[in-house]
């Protein structure tokens, strides 16, 4: 391909993927629809600029519009996660969880967190397993005792672990709370004095539930207990793809340092105001879509129940957050499910659970899936469209029908879909291709 094949192939395959999810289900957990208004950012030219350092101290000159937004930014996290300091730079929720690492610890230092099958994320994971925290920072790992039944971290287990971590002098420095399947809050209030008086400090990694606790439908976690809270700016929180730093204010200089310059140079300021953006519509939107999301979870981790899946958590009603995860192991494998739903269109994605390493799975191969409702209930979906997706899900998985004939109901089920919804515009429908190349001002 020479060099204006690939240039109108990249441009075409763009265009093909927003027609092809505009006709999709889309049930990552961990994505979510921008508005209009924060897609209008991401294309602004301050994505073009440099501003390293913090509003009012840069580095670089032409910052005076750029340091308004970033302040305000800033402003708006502190109100919406009612913490005393906000650093909005870190360009993903990896970078904001390095930044706690190299603020708060160093390499040798021991760390607790959750392991993958029981929710972990990549960034909390061990050197041998390339997770951010043993590769990149040379932290030791230990894993928090988990209960599969009440699908959450084991407080007594927990602070035994401790304690018998302090005795062969591998006390650990930090407690990272939180995950990437996280159907239940962690019992922060429940461990924190006890970590505390154990010198450790307290991270929560709220990635996936930061827009489920801005709304005030999951637990507090600063409030709790937690010294600080990282988070994605792009799951239950609807804005463009970065991460979010909140802590309390004495921890604020050790954050601003690892943030710039310890991990960040350009810290993506379209993003940053694409995030303002997004915390303005969480302020005014965001407890009723978290309402909603919740409402949705439960609802279509009833429905699937309800049709012969085994939907984990069911002693606690499933879920309490945005997300539900369910054992396919008695249809097939999870890696083969993923890939029959996308043939019809329904996107989520397989899932390591509790139990299956020891079983011998491999992640390309575990006994599960994960789905996610933030970006459908962004669509305007109900509590009626779940039970019509659980179905879907049900002739594609246990029916084995044609993927392809369900492609095709699903096209025509998404009909109804196309506007975003909690924001304060929404006048480019959600997944339309905003062709800025043949774009022309108005006369
Ligand atoms: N690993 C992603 C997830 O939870 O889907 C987030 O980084």
Redesign the pocket.
Known sequence: MNALESYNKILHLMKEHHTWFDKSIPL???ENIPSTAVREAIISDFGNRYAEGWPGERVYAGCKYIDQVEIICNDLAKVVFGAEFADCRATS??VANLAIYAAFSKPGDYMLASSIPSGG??SHGKKEHSGTAGLVHGLSIEHYPFSKEEMTIDVDATKKKIEEMCKDNKAPSIGMFGG?LFLFPHPVKELADFMHDHNMYINYDG??VAGLIAGGQFQDPLKEGADSMTM?SH?TLWGPQGGIIVSLQKYAESIKKAVFPGITSSHHLHHVAGKAIALAESLEFGKDYAIQVIKNAKAIAGDLANLGFDVLGERKGYTASHQLAVDVSKFGDGGTIERDLEKANIIL?RQLLPGDIKAGRHYMHPSGIRIGVPEITRLGMKEGEMEEIANFIKRVVIDKQDPILIANDVTEFRKQFQKIHYAFDNAVDAYEYIDVIHHRKAS
């Open positions: 990552i957990a961990s929720g990896v994320h990549i990437s990635a996936h994605s799951k994605n």
